[in-house]
């Protein structure tokens, strides 16, 4: 599954929003808004994380560890 949210930084303004992959899908929890749902801290940085173990060189595309 999967949810997106997608704003402009200077406004805020709210520009793409989904909460599931298929809200219709109950086999992947798809009435479950992955947006608004909560979660740990940890996932919050994982994109973080990831971003910065690519710029620094540790994680690279081709290296199979994605």
Known sequence: NCAVLVAETRSGKVRSY??????????TH???DGV?????????????LYSLAVQSGILLPDSGML
């Open 18 to 27: 989904l909460g599931s992959k298929d809200f219709n899908d109950l086999r």
């Open 30 to 32: 798809g009435r479950v």
């Open 36 to 48: 608004r749902a909560q979660r740990s801290s940890g996932s919050l940085l994982k994109p973080i």
